[in-house]
């Protein structure tokens, strides 16, 4: 199947853009379930039930709320609660995540400020999308609860051998583990936990690792392979830990996993980028798809990138200057071959890097494509009214293929568009 890449970006002026060909397409407006900005997205890529391909995007919100926007022919819009109520003001989304598995077995992960983590069947949310093709634009906002499972992070969930201390800290990442029905959680007390659907409920969640000076974890992720997980937090510091499997077992048909984390622990790790920003803060870490390399951005505007060696011990390429002190860089994303790294900044600035085809010994490994530059600034409405228009942070951004039928169709979707608006008086 051939595919395109397209980048998806989501700013502070609560927008969703995608970005191919260097043209700007929005395909969502500011919506009232949704935050001033996404902290987290994702996409899924399958199929309709004739095999079609067909995509959507799932956005992090406020009280307790995801977003879902379809990508092709039809502009739907669903909003789906994962809270039973909205009257707390911690329950923000903080990280979304899908599964790799295939359509009918995708699962979506996602965590919240108030100790949540939840796991939502893709058909749910394929189910909404059907309830009404004749729509060209639906919104429902129903209070439904999409979440199939909920698991808090409570006392109860610790395992006897971990010191269990207080556990009312926020979920601030997730990361998805190789059989996809379990994932890694990060909290602001520096704990990593693992998420398990075992068939005692009771034990679904186990603590893994707490930092000595319990600094909030900001992201984490683990490889595709499922081998390694990478985490940053507020103190700029980068952990990298192998995964060792204990134990594996069958529950109703589901092989579920026990598992530890092995820190590493040789000189220069936990790693931290040289800097002369006095308070550095860890903001995002990301794999590339052959999990091959992998990269951490930081508030000081720097990428830390990263390369497995053969001992699988972890080399540092390169430093990448994406900001500074006043551009955190908060997102970043490879492509599908690992070549290409996509980052976005507190300034609105999108920059595409290529791995250096012929650096010299003193060269930077990495380059910055300055003709592939994004100032998002520039596609802003009100940019040339005088009025003050929101911060063009990125907020967050991700570097993904998808089927070229549906690139075609969202093409097409911007031509009519921008015809429509030429012939309004």
């Known amino acids: ?9 989501a700013s502070y002026d ?3 853009r995608l970005w191919y060909d260097l043209e700007q397409h929005q395909i969502s407006m500011t919506c009232k379930d949704l935050p001033g900005h996404a902290p987290s997205m994702d996409i899924f890529v399958g199929h309709d039930g004739a095999g079609i391909p067909w995509s959507f995007i ?13 990508l092709g022919t039809q502009s739907l819009h669903i909003d789906l609660s994962l809270q039973r109520s909205s009257n707390k003001s911690n329950q923000n989304v903080t990280c979304v995540r899908f599964s790799n598995e295939a359509d009918n077995h995708k699962h979506l992960f996602a965590t919240s400020y ?40 409570t006392p109860r969930h610790t395992r006897s051998d971990k010191n269990m201390g207080s556990l009312d800290y926020a979920a601030t990442s997730c990361s998805v583990y190789r059989n996809g029905i379990e994932c890694f959680v990060s909290d602001t007390h520096g704990q990593i936990w693992f998420w398990s659907p075992k068939a005692d409920k009771e ?22 392979c499922g081998e390694f997980l990478v985490a940053t937090d507020w103190d700029g510091l980068i952990y990298f830990f192998s995964i ?57 505007g720097i ?26 860089v908060w997102d970043l994303s490879f492509d599908s071959t690992g070549n290409f790294l996509v980052s976005g900044n507190s300034g609105g600035i999108v920059k595409l890097w290529k791995q250096n ?69």
């Open 114 to 153: 108030d100790a949540k983590v939840f796991l939502v069947m893709t058909s749910l949310i394929k189910q909404k999308f059907s309830a009404d093709q004749q729509q060209e634009f639906m919104h429902n906002t129903g209070r439904e609860i999409a979440a199939v499972e909920t698991c808090e992070l």
């Open 244 to 300: 060792k499997i204990v134990n594996e077992s069958t529950d109703n048909d589901v092989v579920t996993s026990t598992v530890e984390l092995i820190e590493l622990t040789e000189p220069g790790w936990p790693y931290k980028a040289p800097t002369t920003v006095e308070k550095v803060y860890g903001l995002r870490v990301c794999w590339c798809h052959d999990a091959q390399r992998f990269a951490v951005s930081q508030s000081s």
């Open 303 to 328: 990428i830390s990138l990263f390369e497995m060696e053969s001992a699988h011990v972890p080399r540092l390429l390169d430093n990448l200057v994406a900001g500074d002190e006043t551009k955190w």
């Open 203 to 224: 034990s679904w969640l186990t603590l893994l690792y707490r930092n000595e000076r319990t600094r909030p974890i900001q992201s984490i992720a683990c490889d595709p």
């Open 58 to 70: 799932v956005t992090a919100g406020a009280r307790g709320m995801i977003s879902a926007y379809t």
């Open 14 to 16: 609560s927008k969703v």
């Open 1 to 9: 199947m051939t595919v395109v890449p397209i980048l998806f970006t």
């Open 357 to 425: 085809d012929s650096p010299t010994a003193e060269g930077p490994r990495w380059k910055c494509l300055k003709h592939r530059e994004i100032k998002l600034q520039d596609f802003m409405d009100g940019r040339n009214t005088g009025v003050a228009h929101p911060s063009p942070t990125i907020s967050s951004l991700i570097y993904r293929e998808l089927p070229i039928c549906i690139y075609e169709e969202m093409k097409q979707n911007d031509k009519v568009r921008q015809h429509t608006r030429h012939l309004r008086p």
